[in-house]
T-cell receptor, first 113, second 113 residues
C-alpha cells in the first residue's frame, strides 16, 4: 500500500502566483481531507469530501482557496493568487467512510515569498 | 466534539514506558477517544482509539477511566523514534459522515537516550 501521496513535497513561489497542490488518496478510501498546519494556528481542517463530493468547506480561509476532487483517486487544492500568509504545510488525508481512522500524506511545504 | 487537555511536554527515558495523560471531562456517551502522533516533518499518524474499554495494539495501550473523563496512552518501551507530538482527540463515531479531526496543541514527548 503506497499510502496517501502528495505532490509537490516542497513549493516555493512568489506572491500573486497560482499554486496547485495535489493528492492521491489510498485506493478504496472514499473520504478525503485537506488540512493546513502553521506554527500560529496548528493543524486545521480546510475542506473534506465524501465520495468526491465536497461536504464542508467552512475551513477554507478565503475565496482564493478552492479544492476539487474530479474522481476517487485525485484531488487538488488551488490557491490563486497566493500570499505570504499562505505559507504553511498542507496535508491531505483519506479514510473509508465506515471508519474514522484517517491516514495522512507526507504534506506539501508551501513558501510564498 | 468534547474539549481535551494535555500537558504541553513530557520527557521519558528510552526503554521505559511513556504514559501520556489526557483529560476530557465533558466527553459524552457516544464519543470515542482517539490518539494520533506527529513525528517531526511528517503527517499525523493514527495510534489507537477506544470508547470505554481499554485497548491495546502493536503500537500502544489506551487506558480509559471508568467515568471516561480521562485517559492515558501508554507506549510500553519507548524508543528515540517515539519522540513526537501526541494528540488526544475526542469525537463521535463517524458512521458515515463525520467531519475532520480537530487537533489541539498536543503533548510534545521527548525520549531521552
Amino acid at each position: 500500500d503506497a499510502g496517501v501521496i502528495q505532490s509537490p513535497r516542497h513549493e516555493v513561489t512568489e506572491m500573486g502566483q497560482e499554486v496547485t497542490l495535489r493528492c492521491k488518496p489510498i485506493s478504496g478510501h472514499n473520504s478525503l481531507f485537506w488540512y493546513r498546519q502553521t506554527m500560529m494556528r496548528g493543524l486545521e481542517l480546510l475542506i473534506y469530501f465524501n465520495n468526491n463530493v465536497p461536504i464542508d468547506d467552512s475551513g477554507m480561509p478565503e475565496d482564493r482557496f478552492s479544492a476539487k476532487m474530479p474522481n476517487a483517486s485525485f484531488s487538488t487544492l488551488k490557491i490563486q493568487p497566493s500570499e505570504p500568509r499562505d505559507s504553511a504545510v498542507y496535508f491531505c488525508a483519506s479514510r473509508t467512510i465506515s471508519t474514522d481512522t484517517q491516514y495522512f500524506g507526507p504534506g506539501t511545504r508551501l513558501t510564498v515569498l | 466534539d468534547a474539549k481535551t487537555t494535555q500537558p504541553p511536554s513530557m520527557d521519558c527515558a528510552e526503554g521505559r514506558a511513556a504514559n501520556l495523560p489526557c483529560n476530557h471531562s465533558t466527553i459524552s456517551g457516544n464519543e470515542y477517544v482517539y490518539w494520533y502522533r506527529q513525528i517531526h516533518s511528517q503527517g499525523p499518524q493514527y495510534i489507537i482509539h477506544g470508547l470505554k474499554n481499554n485497548e491495546t495494539n502493536e503500537m500502544a495501550s489506551l487506558i480509559i477511566t471508568e467515568d471516561r473523563k480521562s485517559s492515558t496512552l501508554i507506549l510500553p518501551h519507548a524508543t528515540l523514534r517515539d519522540t513526537a507530538v501526541y494528540y488526544c482527540i475526542v469525537r463521535g463515531d463517524s458512521g458515515g459522515g463525520a467531519d475532520g479531526l480537530t487537533f489541539g496543541k498536543g503533548t510534545h514527548l521527548i525520549i531521552q537516550p
